[in-house]
Each structure stands twice: as structure tokens, then as C-alpha cells.
């Protein structure tokens, strides 16, 4: 069963760090762990008894579990699911790229690009993938690889025809750009001896 496309939003936050948690993770109330959907089936010995049943994991209905627990908003629960998911299916890009998105929405954005990293090892031609990573690594503080990646995910979106995604990816990029600036302007200030986070100029003694 291929997996649903499930791109997760995230909330807007106003004059928030990249790198924000959400306070609907940590106040989830311990549930237990979403059961793995398994399939089993029979296996006939020689003599047409049944001797085993061999059991596999249905990936695709946890990849679907996880994402309906995202969208209410349970991101640990929906993050065991998608781990679940990759642990059963490794080479699965999809599973590893709905990890990455959770990682993000609770504040883990080092592990949010593994685990987008490893989703566009495994497709490195899927947009959505190289969009995933580049939102990771702005989060993560690496601006000039997230506008690497944005430009890379804008041109496999176009390819793919996706627009509505495509439009979407152009606007984070352009604010992943906003930041690119602010970033050198405020290190510059450092090298000149001001501190950019006070109004005023806070020279270094010495300057």
C-alpha cells in the first residue's frame, strides 16, 4: 500500500527562535505505544500442516496512524509510530522524511536533518524530501545549506508539477533568505565590537 503524501504544517510563530518546542508535546499524557498493524500468514509444511505463520508489518497503515496523531496535534505518539515505521522498512524515504517533520515540531532539529538527510539518500530526486531537510537545517542554525536545499527542492517540485507545493517552498525560501541576511548583519556587528541583541552600541572594552 503506498504511503498517503502527508506534508505537516507547522503553526506560525511570531519573533519565535528556529529552533522552538511545542508545548502540546510536552504536555501529551503518557499513552501507550501504537501497536504495529501486522499481517500474518500461514506457511504449510510437506505434509500440509501448518508449521509457522510468518508475520510482516503493515508500513503503510503506521506511516497513516502517525500522520492522523500529527494532525491532532500528538507528536510523541505520532513520532513512535513513524519510528516504528523506520525501523520495519528501512530503505522507506517517506518514513524517515514524516520523522523528520515531528522532530522539528518538537524541538529536535539536529535529529530532524539525519533523519531528512537519510530520506533524500534514499530518493534524492523527491522534493518534498529536499524541502523537509532544508526546513531542518534552517531550524538547525545551517542557513546557507537550508537555501542550498530550498533551491534544490523549488527545482524538483517544478519538475514534478507540483505548484502549490512549489509556491510554498518559494515563500520559506525567501524568508530562509531574510534570515541569510539578518545573520551576516548581526555577525558583522560582532566583528565590529557591538552587540546586536541591545538597542544600543555595547562596545567590547578595548574598542
Known amino acids: ?27 501529551e499524557p503518557p499513552m501507550a505505544e501504537p501497536s504495529a498493524p501486522v499481517v500474518t500468514a500461514d506457511v504449510e509444511g510437506e505434509a500440509g500442516n501448518v508449521t509457522a505463520a510468518v508475520v510482516s508489518i503493515d508500513v503503510g497503515a503506521l506511516l497513516n496512524r502517525g ?16 519510528d516504528s515505521a523506520a525501523q520495519a522498512e528501512p530503505g522507506n524515504a517517506k518514513a524517515h522524511e514524516q520523522r523528520a517533520q515531528v522532530l522539528l515540531q518538537i524541538g529536535r532539529p539536529l535529529e530532524a536533518v539525519q533523519a531528512a538527510g537519510t530520506a533524500c539518500t534514499l530518493r534524492p530526486e523527491w522534493g518534498d524530501g529536499r524541502r523537509t531537510l532544508a526546513r531542518a537545517q534552517l531550524d538547525h542554525g545551517e542557513v546557507a ?14 519538475d514534478s508539477g507540483d505548484a502549490d507545493d512549489a509556491r510554498e517552498c518559494a515563500d520559506e525560501a525567501e524568508r530562509a533568505d531574510g534570515i541569510a541576511v539578518v545573520t551576516d548583519v548581526r555577525q558583522r556587528l ?18
Do not use: C, H, Y
Open 1 to 27: 500500500m503506498p504511503p498517503v503524501k502527508t506534508q505537516m504544517k507547522r503553526s506560525r510563530r511570531a519573533a519565535a527562535p528556529p529552533s522552538g518546542s511545542w508545548a502540546t508535546a510536552v504536555d
Open 67 to 82: 500522520g492522523e496523531l500529527a494532525q491532532a496535534g500528538l507528536w510523541l505518539q505520532s513520532l513512535r509510530a513513524f
Open 145 to 158: 545549506l537550508a537555501l542550498s536545499s530550498f533551491d534544490a527542492a523549488l527545482g524538483l517540485l517544478l
Open 190 to 207: 560582532r566583528e565590529a565590537g557591538i552587540d546586536p541583541e541591545v538597542g544600543g552600541v555595547n562596545r567590547e572594552p578595548g574598542l
